[in-house]
Structure formats: structure tokens, C-alpha cells
């Protein structure tokens, strides 16, 4: 077993997946389908085809009325910043666990070559030596959000062009923003997202999804959509099985090019002083239809959009 070797592989392989969120949607549920034990990894699969869906949302005509053009790239750089920040930092603890696992030892020493917080080290180690599936999986999600937490929500770029602008506090009170997870039967289920800027709200939201994603009634459906449809980062993936098309957007690979971003050495986040034991207290959320709802809100905003178009035209 050569480390530089392993070091240099998963390197190249973040590197290469890494490239734009369809990429990263399809390399978190190949992991996943090949070690059901990390439940996070369909998770994060899940939640990066919302990003997606998210950002080819701004192309559309709805969009485009009421965003100026800046406000409409700051918005998508801010989703890509936070999917590209989150997929450099788990991809190798992911590839790490598959060395580890190939290896039959445990290989997370080497996670500090790519600057992953010490909770995650220990994190996995205690996974290696006691299998809890659950536990790892809320320390992923604890890891993530506060991952971002500086680099991205208080970050001055972001905080003041997004976070502290109008239209980003109009989407938080309405709670316009979801995440979605379809079934091939057109019925979607999910989670508005409020508060995003507080971290515990984020990790807190992170558990109630897992809930519903993985519950026993349910996972199944989201498994067989997420197996079936190929992601090209449009709602087209899931409204084929609506009764009507009701946003139309381009593939994400054809509208965005791939974004070079700065890979600076990062910061370890973990501070034992600091950590919010409540942010390992379970959460839990029903799964419901929330589709109606979610669409009620958008017919709103496209009538909103409408008279936007309007004014600005005179």
C-alpha cells in the first residue's frame, strides 16, 4: 500500500468530479450504491440535484424579471461556491473510507492531507470501530454546515450581496426555497428551508431530511427516482412525471460554464469549546406531499414576475 499513491488517486478523482453539479450529483449516489452504510452520500445526492434545479431556475423567463442580471449570477455563484466547498472536503473522506475498506484498516489518518476538520477524523474512526450508521451520518451533516459557515454564509462577497439583500429575505419569510425529493409517481415530498444562515437551523434542517428520505416507507420511491433519472440539474428530471411541464429550463451544462475556484488552504471549523451539543440531539419530520404547496408559491411569484416584466418594459 503506497499512501502518496491513494493521496494522489483521490486527489485526481475530487478534482475530476468536482467540475459542475451534475458531476457531483452522480458521484455522491455511485458512492452511496456501492456502501448503503454511509447514508449521508444519498443524502448529499439528493440535496445537490435541488441545487441544480436551483440554479437553472434562474434562466428561466420568471427569473430573469425579477433578478437583475448580477443578482441572478451572484445567486448561482452562491450555490455553486457552497456544492464545490462541500463535495472538496467530503469526496476524499468518502474515497478515504472506500481505501479503508479495500485496505481492511483504517486510513483516516490521511484525511488531514486534505484538510478535513479533526471532528470528521474522529468521526470516522469511531464509525470503523462501532458501525454507527446514524451517528456518522448526523456528523456529516454537523460537519458540512458549519464547513461553510465561514467560508460562505460570512463571507463578506456572499453576506452582503446575497445574504443581506432583498430578494434572498423575501425567499426566506415566504419560505419559497425547498429541497425536493421526487417519486416516479409525481408525488414530491420535502422540506421548505428557513433560516439559512444559522447553522443549527441548516444541521437541524439536514436530520429532519434524512428522516424523510430514509424513512422506511418511503426510501424505496426516492431510490428507484434517484436510480432512474439520469440529472441534467432542471426540474425536467421530476415534472416528467407531473400531469403538466411547469418550469422549463436548459440543461445546466449547456447554460453554465465550469467555475474555477480558489482552493486556499482552509481552517479547521472544530473547536470543542465552541461545538453545540445540540447539534447531535435527533431530528425528525414526516414525510408529506408538499408539491401543491411548493407550486402555489411558485404561480405566485410567475404572476409576480409578470407584472416585473411589465413595469420594466413600460
Known amino acids: 500500500m503506497n499512501y502518496h499513491e491513494i493521496i494522489t488517486d483521490i486527489k485526481e478523482q475530487t478534482d475530476k468530479k468536482n467540475i459542475n453539479n451534475v458531476e457531483r450529483t452522480k458521484a455522491y449516489l455511485k458512492f452511496y450504491l456501492n456502501n448503503r452504510e454511509i447514508k449521508w452520500s444519498f443524502l448529499a445526492s439528493m440535496v445537490s440535484r435541488n441545487a441544480g434545479w436551483n440554479m437553472t431556475d434562474l434562466k428561466t423567463d420568471t427569473y430573469k424579471n425579477l433578478l437583475s442580471a448580477r443578482m441572478s449570477r451572484h445567486l448561482f455563484i452562491t450555490y455553486e461556491r457552497a456544492n464545490w466547498f462541500i463535495f472538496s472536503d467530503a469526496y476524499p473522506q468518502l474515497l478515504i473510507y472506500h481505501y479503508s475498506s479495500r485496505y481492511k484498516q483504517p486510513l483516516f489518518?490521511?484525511?488531514?492531507y486534505f484538510y478535513v476538520s479533526t471532528f470528521m477524523i474522529d468521526e470516522w474512526m469511531h464509525f470503523w470501530l462501532h458501525k454507527n450508521e446514524k451517528r456518522l451520518l448526523y456528523a456529516q451533516i454537523i460537519n458540512e454546515q458549519n464547513l461553510i459557515q465561514k467560508p460562505v454564509i460570512e463571507e463578506p462577497f456572499f453576506k452582503w450581496k446575497i445574504f443581506y439583500n432583498v430578494p434572498y429575505f423575501l425567499q426566506d419569510k415566504i419560505h419559497l426555497n425547498a429541497v425536493l425529493f421526487?417519486?416516479?409517481s409525481g408525488i414530491l415530498?420535502?422540506?421548505a428551508i428557513k433560516k439559512f444562515t444559522n447553522v443549527t437551523e441548516r444541521i437541524k434542517t439536514g436530520k429532519k431530511l434524512a428522516s424523510i428520505l430514509f424513512h422506511n416507507d418511503f426510501y424505496e420511491q426516492f431510490l428507484q427516482f434517484a436510480e432512474e433519472v439520469?440529472?441534467?440539474?432542471?426540474r425536467g428530471e421530476y415534472e416528467q412525471?407531473?400531469?403538466?411541464?411547469?418550469i422549463s429550463a436548459e440543461a445546466l451544462e449547456d447554460?453554465?460554464?465550469?467555475i474555477k475556484h480558489d482552493n486556499?488552504?482552509?481552517v479547521d471549523w472544530y473547536d470543542p469549546g465552541l461545538f453545540q451539543e445540540e447539534w447531535w440531539h435527533e431530528a425528525h419530520s414526516e414525510p408529506v406531499s408538499i408539491?401543491?404547496?411548493f407550486y402555489k408559491k411558485r404561480k405566485a411569484l410567475e404572476k409576480l414576475s409578470i407584472i416585473a416584466g411589465k413595469f420594466r418594459n413600460g
Open 109 to 112: 489518518h490521511l484525511l488531514r
Open 182 to 184: 421526487p417519486s416516479l
Open 189 to 191: 415530498y420535502g422540506l
Open 230 to 234: 439520469e440529472p441534467d440539474g432542471t
Open 241 to 246: 412525471f407531473l400531469d403538466k411541464r411547469y
Open 255 to 258: 447554460v453554465y460554464p465550469e
Open 264 to 266: 486556499r488552504k482552509r
Open 291 to 293: 408539491g401543491d404547496r
